[in-house]
């Protein structure tokens, strides 16, 4: 985002009733936590508000279990 030169991947998989969410970015900075989110919409026309909140990338990773199936996430608008 915004020209910072982080590239990654994030992806998601059914676990259980809920969603594995793996995020993992290269080029962050050392150090610093970086807040993860889904939010609703598309690229052109993205909802600000979160609407599921993430577990903060540390050092170009993180993982959350998402309490809902990927299913659902899938159907969001």
Known sequence: QSNSGQTGTATLEPAGEGTKVVIELANVPAGVAQPAHIHRGTCDNLDK???WNLKAVRDGRSVTLVPV???TILKEP
Do not use: F, H
Request: glycine share 0%; charged share 15%.
């Open 69 to 71: 199936p990927l299913t």
């Open 49 to 51: 508000a979160p609407r």
